[in-house]
């Protein structure tokens, strides 16, 4: 009789063990969505910005393609005169527009991934690992830092003999000649210190790299997330960096279980670069 109740406490609490597990939130069934949602996001984001785009062109004189800086404006005047040209320079779009402008990409690649994590998946914890701890502050900037006043140096430094003498901030610094103002800077390290870092740490990190990972061994996902992030900016030049970063980037998502640290250290990355141009610092 002892034995035969001992047996059965022993099945109460195997069927108890099993039952935690079914429930156990780190156990659940696999998110239904996966790279078609992916891909939807992305050019979801780039609609939206693309709308944004062409609401600003039809209602503004802006010219939206012609590079900024006084540097522009000269060679432009320049070249019309030596062409017997009327002398009309093109005015791009202040900082302001340039900002307002972003706000739909954001949405796209932040709060896109976040409904396919709520709706079709296990949530923004689980799937996304949107989720932020005190220490994730310290470590991610001090990591973000280190890549940009480190890593990026060492990349280019190796780099040069192969691609020569180029300048691998033009684009960026096409941004930065527009911050000339106390509120303009402002708004600078605003679209490259917050907006950029969180939207593309829940794209790219969050979603993409958990997506890969899902078919991919852990180091693969992150190298084939980084490359896509550093791909989609468009930028030859700026590739390598990019790549590595993003890299760097995976790694912390995938160590930490979560995208704090990686959301800090993209913010530390782009606020170094955008000072560094800013205020002529010399960095890197």
Request: charged letters at 10%.
């Amino acid at each position: 009789m002892t034995q035969s109740k001992k047996q059965a406490a022993q099945a109460t609490s195997v069927a108890a063990t099993a039952n935690v597990a079914e429930t156990e939130p780190g156990d659940p069934d696999k998110p239904k969505y996966g790279a078609g949602a992916l891909i939807l996001t992305f050019l979801g984001a780039q609609l939206l910005s693309s709308i944004a785009y062409f609401i600003a062109t039809a209602n503004t004189n802006y010219d939206f393609v012609v590079p900024a800086g006084v540097g522009a404006a000269v060679g432009q005047a320049s070249s019309q005169i030596s062409l017997q040209q009327t002398l009309t320079v093109s005015v791009p779009p202040p900082l302001w527009l340039t900002a307002l402008m972003q706000l739909p990409l954001w949405f796209g690649l932040g709060a896109i991934p976040i409904w396919f994590a709520v709706k079709r998946g296990r949530g923004v914890v689980t799937d996304l690992g949107l989720r932020f701890k005190a220490i994730d502050l310290p470590i991610g900037l001090a990591i973000g830092v280190a890549c940009q006043l480190v890593l990026v140096p060492v990349i280019y430094f190796g780099l040069s003999k192969l691609i020569g003498v180029k300048d691998v901030s033009a684009a960026a610094r096409e941004l930065t000649d527009r911050a000339s103002s106390p509120i303009s800077i402002i708004l600078l390290f605003l679209i490259v210190g917050i907006g950029a870092p969180i939207a593309e740490e829940i794209y790219f990190r969050g979603m993409a790299q958990s997506i890969f990972g899902r078919r991919l061994r852990p180091h693969w996902a992150i190298l084939a997330a980084a490359a896509f992030f550093a791909a989609t900016h468009l930028q030859p030049l700026q590739f390598p960096a990019l790549l590595a970063f993003g890299a760097v980037l995976g790694v912390m998502r995938w160590r930490f279980g979560r995208l704090g640290p990686s959301i800090w250290a993209h913010l530390g990355f782009n606020i170094v670069a955008a000072a560094s141009l800013v205020f002529n610092l010399g960095i890197g």
